[in-house]
Nanobody
């Protein structure tokens, strides 16, 4: 069982930056993939970015590529989502998720077993 806790959400301005963090409750993450998803009002949940804890190259959705970057901080059992050049359409609840390492597509939310409670990001124009 892995508990995930997000932090860093809040209000941002268009063109600005925010950084989200997701702390895991365990050090045993070598076989874990992490992902960030978001749900905007009235829309379905959407994959944002993903990374394998060990040796993984981060990936992003087309909607955030070039603006958002996912990374990990091993000493703190934490993954981050650096969000630059924010847009109003980035407004959503952002969720951190984790799953046993898989070769399946990272953007499949159904494959993630553990979820954080979410953190609200609101971007003003």
């Amino acid at each position: 069982q892995i508990q995930l806790t997000e932090s860093g959400g809040g209000l941002g301005q268009a063109g600005g930056s925010l950084r989200l963090s997701c702390a895991a409750s365990t050090h045993s993450l070598s076989s874990i993939d992490f992902g960030w998803f978001r749900r905007a009002p009235g829309k379905e949940r959407e994959f944002v970015a993903g990374i394998a804890w060990i040796g993984g190259v981060p990936s992003q959705s087309d909607s955030v590529k070039g603006r958002f970057t996912m990374s990990r901080e091993a000493a703190k059992n934490t993954v981050h989502l650096q969000m630059n050049n924010l847009k109003p359409e980035d407004t959503a609840i952002y969720y951190c998720a984790a799953r046993p390492r898989s070769v399946g597509p990272r953007d499949n939310a159904d494959t993630y077993r553990y979820w954080g409670p979410g953190t609200q990001v609101t971007v003003s124009s």
